[in-house]
């Protein structure tokens, strides 16, 4: 087992930085997971972990011991690919012996070695077939299996279920949910997919254009995000983003001239506001059904239904804003049916408008 550290790390391709300055503490047996949109340097950081990428500046650290000029196969890590990268010629079992082989391994160990981990993936027929005779999730599996095998420090996953279909996708995360129980080892997983990041990782990274814009775990992410970038990315639909003003006192203007009094431990953070300027956010969720008209917050008329079968979407528009809750199934049924709604003060979310920030 091993704890992994990255600090200041950047890559640069000539004048064009991809990656500005990483730090992160990735604790023994931690699962790490590197969330963001495509360009964001996810995989390059991955890469670069694995010594399949030169750093530009910065350090790479495996138990205390700086990697950066030390060859891939040295560094004592394992990586599953997007693509699986077995050998079409090779079949299961030949597969997951090749890095012991290569390793001079005594045959009677790569046997038990491969044995136990086609137990721990339930592949235990499969270990006499050939990779073109594998479906997208035995082939997973297999991958998964060469890196067990090798018994090694750091576990990295790029995008591992990215081929799957969505059905599949979901069994598979449960399945690495299962074995991270099974193989506490420290482990950083590369992602687009936040609903993969969120039900898989002791703490999230989120990324967006080289930069860590918050770190911390999938609660904290989604419940506290740091700026508007992690508030519309994490979260499926994501947070509703608007553009509002403060009024003094603890108020906020939202489009349209609604008014929302803020109050205990979110009206002091307006104190903190640089600028009146600020973007107001609620996730769908905390969008709640008013019982009483005359007491809701926002008044309006659904726009779009989406009905989901345990809940139902619904969009609508707020001043010219759209906006979208997650309401009880049934509760809307049309578009033009009335909605009202009230919000929990301590479920809004406030932020800079010039830089994004969380006040």
Not at 8 to 35: N, P, Q, T
Not at 294 to 314: F, N, Y
């Amino acid at each position: 087992m091993a704890r992994l550290t990255l600090s200041a790390l950047r890559k640069s391709y000539g004048a064009h930085a991809v990656v500005h300055g990483v730090d992160l503490d990735v604790a023994d047996r931690e699962f790490i997971v590197l969330v963001g949109p495509s360009g964001c340097g996810k995989s390059t950081i991955l890469r670069m972990i694995a010594g399949l990428e030169e750093i530009t500046s910065g350090s790479i650290a495996i138990d205390g011991r700086v990697v950066n000029e030390v060859d891939p196969k040295d560094r004592d890590i394992a990586m599953v690919f997007q693509d699986y990268a077995l050998y079409p010629h090779m079949t299961v079992e030949q597969n997951m012996a090749f890095s012991l082989r290569y390793r001079g391994f005594a045959k009677a160990e790569i046997r038990q070695r491969v044995a136990a981990a086609a137990r721990m993936l339930d592949i235990e027929t499969l270990v006499a077939r050939l990779p073109r005779q594998l479906s997208g999730g035995q082939r997973q599996r297999v991958a998964m299996g060469r890196a067990i095998v090798r018994d090694p420090k750091v576990f990295l996953f790029d995008e591992p279920l990215s081929n799957l279909d969505a059905k599949l996708r979901v069994a598979m995360r449960t399945e690495i949910k299962a074995l991270r129980q099974r193989v506490p080892v420290t482990t950083v997983y590369v992602t687009h997919d936040q609903v993969e990041a969120m039900t898989l990782a002791d703490r999230i990274v989120v990324l967006d254009k080289g930069t860590a814009q918050q770190i911390g775990t999938p609660e904290e992410v989604y419940e506290t995000p740091a700026s508007t970038f992690v508030a519309a990315f994490m979260g499926a639909p994501p947070m509703n983003l608007l553009p509002a003003s403060l009024s003094g006192e603890g108020a906020v203007e939202l489009p349209g001239g609604t008014r929302l009094q803020l109050s205990g431990a979110s009206s002091s953070r307006l104190d903190r506001a640089p600028s009146r300027e600020i973007w107001f956010g609620v996730r769908p969720e905390h969008l709640v059904p008013a019982r009483d008209t005359s007491k809701a917050e926002i008044v309006a008329k659904a726009r779009v239904v989406e009905p989901l079968g345990s809940d139902t979407m619904v969009q609508f528009d707020l001043g010219g804003v759209a906006l979208i809750a997650r309401m009880p199934p049934k509760s809307v049924r049309a578009p033009g049916d009335p909605l009202a709604f009230t919000m929990d003060p301590h479920d809004v979310h406030v932020f800079d408008r010039a830089s994004g920030r969380r006040i």
